[in-house]
């Protein structure tokens, strides 16, 4: 299995750099997975596409602003996306301009609020930082950081919620679940009249979700550990909806990635906490998910190939033709497929 058979091309235009406004006005292209027939529809059609006894699964994991603008101690500008805790005070994080910033260099933000220590480099190229702050963590990154959106969107957010999603509860993430960015208060509510439930999990999206598959032959790539938990509560929700002839409908891949984890052959899925490195590649046979609510994404990535596992490559690819050929808006910020 090839990486360059998960290529596609798309024009520069159709890369999303802001959200719909509002957030459920997004363009819905529904596909079906038995024949591959298309229907075009906008996202706040979703409710009439599930079922009562359906349960949607969410992702409520929240971004935070892990994107430091400052400088080195003896001067230069210096960029550091945090990623995760390593322990006590030590970070991984990107730091730009990597090869500038040797071991040992002291790294200044937010007028002295934030310092960091450079640290040695990890096995994936990232590096080890160690952090000195006034007081909480979480507080001053609030009022130093930026949120870290994807490199293919140019221009700053207008109000940094866009990049959150609605029900965005649990702190931890780099990157948004993106294909939850469409929910509305009003549209949830729809969906839970219609007699769907809506069910939350927590997948801490990190770099690894949108590293390069840097190997020619698919199986080889290695995922980045992502931190996730399923609730006893979601769990038991899931095992009632199947016991009762419902479908169960994930929202986005990280969500998909994190029931796939812990889910047993017997498609039941248990509560749990832990790390997952799981990558989906077709012939994967999927146990917990039935349906997906996704975004359009990336040539060549780990998203495209799962999203190709639960749907056929051809058909995704098909698809993915004619949402080009229609206008559809591509990526975080664009439209989204649900594929049933």
Do not use: K
Request: net charge positive.
């Amino acid at each position: 299995m090839r990486l360059s058979e998960f290529d596609y091309a798309l024009p520069r235009d159709r890369i999303a750099q802001t959200p719909a406004a509002p957030r459920d006005s997004a363009r819905l292209l529904v596909l079906r997975r038995a024949d591959g027939a298309v229907a075009h529809r906008t996202f706040r059609d979703l409710p009439e596409f599930l079922r009562p006894g359906d349960v949607l699964v969410l992702n409520d994991t929240r971004v935070i602003p892990a994107r430091l603008r400052g400088r080195r101690a003896n001067g230069g500008a210096v960029e550091l996306l945090l990623l995760r805790p390593h322990g006590g005070a030590v970070w991984e994080a990107l730091v730009r301009p990597g090869r500038r910033v040797r071991e040992g260099a002291r790294l200044v933000f937010g007028d002295g609020r934030i310092e960091a220590t450079a640290g040695a480099r990890t096995a994936s190229g990232t590096r080890l930082v160690t952090l000195a702050h006034q007081g909480d963590l979480r507080a001053v990154l609030q009022e130093t950081g930026e949120m870290p959106v994807p490199p293919y969107i140019t221009r700053r957010l207008d109000d940094p919620r866009d990049y959150q999603t609605v029900y965005a509860e649990r702190e931890g993430a780099v990157a948004a679940p993106t294909a939850g960015l469409h929910f509305t208060p009003e549209l949830l509510a729809a969906v839970r009249a219609r007699g769907a439930a809506p069910v939350f999990l927590t997948l801490h999206v990190g770099i690894g979700t949108f590293r390069s598959v840097e190997t020619d032959d698919v199986t080889a790539h290695r995922m980045d550990a992502e931190w996730y938990e399923v609730p006893p509560e979601t769990a038991r929700a899931i095992g009632a909806a199947r016991a009762r002839g419902g479908r169960v409908v994930v929202c986005g891949t990280t969500a998909v990635r994190t029931l796939e984890s812990v889910a047993r052959d017997d498609g039941t899925v248990t509560a749990g906490r832990g790390w997952t490195e799981l990558f989906i590649t077709p012939g994967f046979r999927f146990r917990a998910t039935d349906a997906l609510i996704t975004n359009f994404h990336l040539p060549r990535t780990t998203l495209l190939i799962l999203v190709s596992a639960f749907a056929g490559r051809e058909r995704v690819l098909a698809a993915y033709a004619t949402a080009v050929r229609e206008g559809y808006r591509f990526y975080s910020f664009g439209d989204a497929m649900l594929i049933a």
